[in-house]
């Protein structure tokens, strides 16, 4: 969940003028999603994209070579076009 009280006012904000009977969500990049706030879920770009997906794949990637700062770890997501 999003700690910073700021950042909840501005994502969820403008969400909860919505009228109850539609469902709504947070979707954001952080690895930090799930749970909910005043029944709005907050899900990870990576969860939202699986449930769109189901055939898709996480693979996790190591880059050693970036600008010399010792590596970077990344996530990307691969949908068969055909699933």
Same mark, same amino acid.
């Given at each position: ?9 501005? =994502?969820?904000?403008? @969400?909860?003028?919505? !009228? ?5 969500? *947070? #979707?954001?990049?952080?690895?930090? +999603? ?11 770009? =990576?969860?939202?994209? @699986?449930?769109?997906? !189901? ?5 996790? *990637? #190591?880059?050693?070579?970036?600008? +010399? ?11 068969? =076009?055909?699933?």
């Amino acid at each position: 969940m999003i700690p910073d009280e700021k950042v909840k006012d501005r =994502e969820f904000g403008n @969400l909860l003028a919505i !009228p109850e009977n539609y469902p709504k969500k *947070v #979707v954001s990049i952080d690895e930090i +999603g799930g749970g909910s706030y005043q029944g709005i879920e907050h899900v990870s770009l =990576e969860e939202f994209l @699986l449930s769109v997906w !189901p055939s898709a794949r996480v693979e996790v *990637v #190591v880059d050693h070579y970036q600008m +010399g700062t010792g590596g970077t770890t990344y996530r990307r997501l691969l949908v068969d =076009e055909n699933g």
